[in-house]
């Protein structure tokens, strides 16, 4: 978790009187990812965001930072594909310390937005921000995404996982974690690629992939459901409205 509430981390107690939102950044790891996890085998677990990821997952031989790196999954992912270097920045100190054991790589307990200001420019290859830019305000959202296109080598790309406001059901993924307070559409997200001075954007589903016959099956039977919030939106309105329609969205900037 590393949402930048104040500087503190999860090793710190809540303040008499500190706000909700303080108290379950806080206690993060207490209250959210530590209650999920016991025993850990992270080729299992990372099987899903290698598959949904895929050839956004080109790191081989480069230089690349994990935003809010959690019980470090992805920092363990990236490592795997040869990744040159993999920092993962999180703000909960318990979460590091879980993650240790099994993630070979540097992690830094720092707010990100101070991380991504001490960084060189064009210092890093390739920026991953999943399920943390929704933690931010809008002001530190935008001072994140100029930082990070600072840092990036030219070609460099951020790859992010958001709450996507499009969907049907994009309220439950806003609203599933207490600390959210934001969630995009791929309008939103264009608007920050053009204030931000990055080059493109591409977006992708965060859906069913197949891999076997279960898995085929609930594929064929999203693309169905798509198809028919693709009809609902362009009866209403004229538009498919950007035709990304699963709770959470991905996209990715190329500075």
């Known amino acids: 978790m590393s949402r930048n509430s104040d500087k503190t981390t999860d090793t710190d107690s809540a303040e008499p009187g500190a706000s909700a939102h303080q108290r379950v950044v806080n ?3 207490k209250i959210t990812s530590g209650v999920i996890h016991s025993v850990r085998n992270y080729a299992i ?18 230089k690349v930072v ?22 993962g920045v999180n703000l909960s100190q318990e979460e590091i310390d879980f993650a240790k054991p099994y993630v ?4 830094v307990c720092q707010d990100i937005i101070e991380y991504l200001s001490s960084c060189p420019d064009e210092s890093v290859d390739g920026i991953f921000a999943l399920n943390i830019l929704e933690h931010l305000s809008r002001d530190e959202l935008v001072l994140l995404l100029d930082n990070s296109r600072r840092v990036l080598v030219p070609g460099g790309r951020l790859v992010a996982m958001v709450p996507n406001g499009t969907s ?23 608007q920050l690629m053009r204030l931000s001075g990055f080059s493109c954007v591409e ?40 035709g990304i329609y699963t709770s959470d969205m991905i996209f990715r900037l190329t500075k």
């Open 104 to 107: 070979p790589v540097q992690f």
């Open 203 to 242: 977006f992708m589903e965060w859906g069913p992939r197949a891999y076997g016959v279960k898995s085929f099956i609930r594929y064929v039977l999203w693309q169905l459901i798509r198809l028919g919030i693709a009809l609902r939106l362009i009866i209403e309105t004229g538009s498919s409205k950007g």
């Open 168 to 190: 049907p059901y994009g309220t439950m993924t806003r609203y599933w974690d207490f600390t959210h307070l934001l969630a995009f559409t791929p309008s939103s997200v264009r």
């Open 27 to 29: 206690d993060y790891f």
């Open 45 to 62: 677990e990372t099987a899903g965001l290698r598959r949904g990821l895929g050839r956004w997952l080109d790191v081989g031989g480069k």
């Open 66 to 87: 994990d935003l809010g790196s959690g019980t470090g999954e992805l920092c363990w992912l990236l490592d795997s594909l040869s990744a040159a270097s993999v920092v």
